[in-house]
């Protein structure tokens, strides 16, 4: 599958026009018309990482759908300002200062986009956060967030959160109502948990990469 289609495929998914996209990334309506027709051999990187964030895609997924110049333009990107950042476990992410001080090897995801050396990938496991078709946001089991740890989480932001007597992470939208805080899931099966011990806010999510399938 070409990267146009991915791109293509994307939007539609969204339900989103060329002109909606292009007021949310700054990506002209005719570049992203040209890329998605594959009307540009060589679509610039700038264009394609700023859509691939938009949509949520990853950069290593989307570059090597090409099975023909996949290796070189992700060692292309990979040479470009694309930060690696490290898949933990909700474990991991618990201690996470623990983690990223050592000497441990980790998977890798790569951002275009400039995130502190404590920031950290998380794989989204179930289905909690995935929200009803048409949600501006949603989560799906198998997709990887980026988490910042020094981000300052604010009310109905997405944080990642260990409850104190537990090892593990939750992953949750933030919302504080009336002097009480709350967790609540994206998938209205779930339902909301009020936080009535002492938590760690471990980190903001700052942005989400899917898979794409080849």
Known sequence: MEIGKVLREARKKKGLTLRTVAEETGVKV????NIELGEVADPGFN?????????GISLDKLYQVGLEQGSEKLAAAR?????????????QAGRWT?????????????SPYPCPKSCFALNVVGDSMTAPS???????????VIVNPEREPHNKDFVVVRLIDSDECTFKKLVLDSGQTYLAPLNPQYPMIKVDREMQ??????????SVEQ
């Open 79 to 91: 040479m470009q300002d694309v930060f690696p950042i490290p898949v933990l476990s909700s474990v």
């Open 30 to 33: 005719t570049t992203q018309s």
């Open 98 to 110: 623990e983690y990223l001080s050592s000497e441990e090897d980790f998977d890798v995801v790569f």
């Open 47 to 55: 264009s394609v990482s700023k859509l691939a964030h938009f949509y």
């Open 134 to 144: 048409g949600s501006r946001y949603s989560f799906p089991d198998g997709s990887r």
């Open 201 to 210: 806010i471990v980190g903001v999510v700052v942005t989400q990469f899917q």
